[in-house]
C-alpha cells in the first residue's frame, strides 16, 4: 500500500545533523495526522530520524533505500 505525503523534504546531500533540522521545522508545518516525505542521502539518517521522531512524539510509517536514496514516511503527531 503506498503511503500518501503531504509535503516532501528534499535533504539529499546534506550531512548528519541537518535532514533530522530540516525535518523538525518543516513537519511544524504540517497538521497533526499529516505526513513528511523525507528523502536524504546520509547514511547517519538511518538511526537519526528514526530516532527523532520517537523523540518528538511523531511515527515512522515507514522507510526504505532506493538507488543510493533513504526515503522516510512520517506522520505528524499530536506533540509538537
Not at 521545522?25 to 497538521?31: G, Y
Not at 547514511?43 to 518528538?56: F, I, K, L, M, N
Request: proline fraction near 5%.
Amino acid at each position: 500500500m503506498a503511503i500518501a505525503e503531504d509535503k516532501v523534504l528534499d535533504a539529499r546531500g546534506l550531512l548528519c545533523p541537518m535532514p533530522v533540522v530540516k525535518a523538525g521545522k518543516e513537519i511544524a508545518t504540517l497538521e497533526p495526522g499529516q505526513v513528511l516525505k523525507i528523502l536524504a542521502t546520509d547514511r547517519g539518517s538511518v538511526a537519526d530520524v528514526p530516532a527523532w521522531a520517537e523523540d518528538t512524539g511523531n511515527e515512522l510509517l515507514e522507510w526504505h533505500e532506493q538507488d543510493g536514496i533513504f526515503v522516510y514516511y512520517v506522520r505528524r503527531g499530536e506533540e509538537e
